[in-house]
């Protein structure tokens, strides 16, 4: 009998302490001390991942307002923007990513300064775009993200573009 509660009790406290490890690597995981932030990143991701750009723009933005210093909700922002053709907001998302006071991991970053570059290459600012791809350099100085030689290669046709070969 002892044994039997003894089980469930073991069983309740490993499933309550589970949900509780889950919700600190959600927070982890998108750099966030929000519970409630992680919730509406994580939420934004799965919708953009269905297509639903308008709905995963609307819950960065939550995200956003309940911490403002997130990194991976102004990246994710900046995706939505760009999947709803709005660039201009998507750049100004990305700048946000590279504020001192912003918490974001560096392949996130460098993942950022590359997306910039990119979009910044398309539109023909093509002295924006080298400026990017060699933030992107930089911030996958190792090249761990494999960003690096994505960033040299496009930062190479840009100034190929321009007529200023590497």
Request: net charge positive; aromatic share 8%.
């Amino acid at each position: 009998m002892y044994t039997i509660r003894a089980l469930v009790f073991t069983f309740a406290f490993v499933a309550s302490s589970a949900s509780a490890f889950a919700q600190i690597d959600l927070r982890a995981q998108y750099a966030t001390d929000s519970l409630d932030a992680a919730k509406a990143i994580d939420r934004g991701i799965k919708a953009s991942a269905a297509g639903r750009a308008k709905e995963a723009l609307a819950a960065f933005r939550e995200a956003v307002k309940l911490d403002p210093k997130c990194g991976m909700a102004h990246f994710q922002m900046a995706i939505a923007h760009a999947d709803l053709g709005e660039i201009d907001e998507a750049l100004a998302a990305l700048q946000v990513v590279f504020a001192p006071d912003t918490r974001v991991a560096r392949n996130v970053r460098a993942v950022a300064a590359t997306n910039a570059g990119l979009t910044c290459g398309r539109l023909g600012r093509l002295d924006e775009a080298a400026k990017w791809f060699s933030r992107a350099i930089l911030e996958d100085y190792d090249n761990v993200y494999k960003e690096r030689a994505k960033a040299y290669r496009n930062l190479a046709i840009t100034h190929r573009q321009q007529k200023k070969p590497l």
